[in-house]
């Protein structure tokens, strides 16, 4: 199965408006840490917004929220008042628990292309 | 704010050579990490890094990989003989509350 499910593969929005990329994931892990990525064309990957599966409010960071839906195992990105520069490729990713060697590898969904229209 | 770095951005190399990828990871994270990125395909997990050993690896980190801490602040991944398929963005990452990534190495195999 699947840890990471991303099933939007594209999105388009309207410059200004606000868009929300989809996140679900799979883990019977009860320590947990849920990541959002962004990659523009460029490639390198840049830390958005991280979510705690023990913190009770949903994360925020400027225009990126996180809703957080602990029950559903969801954890949908929203970008408010896109702009055009938010085009990129957008990954959730997950990191299960605390081993032995220290944090657990994270692992990432397939990512959803957004574009911004002007 | 702190940053991970990676040299080079870009190595281009011929098939069976060594290639060494360097990171300098966030100086107070004790935890590190590879990832690959085969273009326009998902990030993947390579190997962790943690009190100078290995602490997981995927099936993709065989014999031909290895990491090294070799002065307490360079974090490399080795390639000993590349492959064609080893051609993809390289990610480091380091570890505190959070995981940032350095900007990638994009290696060429030819």
């Known amino acids: 199965a699947q840890k ?3 099933t939007q ?5 309207q410059e200004k408006e606000a868009v929300t990329l989809d996140c ?3 883990t019977s892990d009860p320590s947990y840490g849920l990541f959002w990525y962004k990659q523009p064309s460029s490639g390198e990957m840049i830390f958005l ?4 599966s023990y913190d009770q409010q949903n994360a925020t960071e400027g225009r ?10 969801s954890a ?3 970008i408010s008042a896109s702009q055009l520069g938010d085009s990129a490729m957008y990954f959730c990713a997950m990191r299960e628990g605390r081993g032995s060697g220290g944090y657990q590898k994270v692992t990432f969904g397939t990512g959803t292309k957004l574009q911004v229209i002007p | 704010e702190p940053e991970v770095t990676q040299t080079p951005s870009h190595q281009v190399t011929q098939m069976g050579q060594e290639v060494i990828l360097r990171c300098v990871p966030i100086s107070n994270h ?23 050993e290995i602490s997981e690896k995927s099936e993709i980190f065989d014999d031909q990989f290895s990491v090294e801490r070799p002065d307490g602040s360079n974090f490399t991944l080795k390639i000993r003989s590349t492959k064609l398929e080893d051609s993809a963005m390289y990610f480091c990452a380091s570890v505190g509350n959070e995981q940032f990534f350095g900007p990638g190495t994009r ?4």
């Open chain 1, 24 to 26: 679900t994931y799979d």
């Open chain 1, 64 to 73: 990126y929220s996180l809703n957080f839906q602990k029950a559903r195992k």
């Open chain 1, 76 to 78: 949908n990105l929203v």
């Open chain 2, 30 to 52: 004790l935890y590190f990490y590879w990832y690959r990125q085969i273009l326009g395909q998902k990030v993947e997990f390579l190997v962790s890094f943690y009190n100078n």
């Open chain 1, 9 to 13: 593969p594209g999105m388009f929005v």
């Open chain 1, 4 to 6: 990471i499910t991303q």
């Open chain 2, 107 to 110: 290696l060429t195999v030819l």
């Open chain 1, 49 to 52: 917004i991280y979510q705690g």
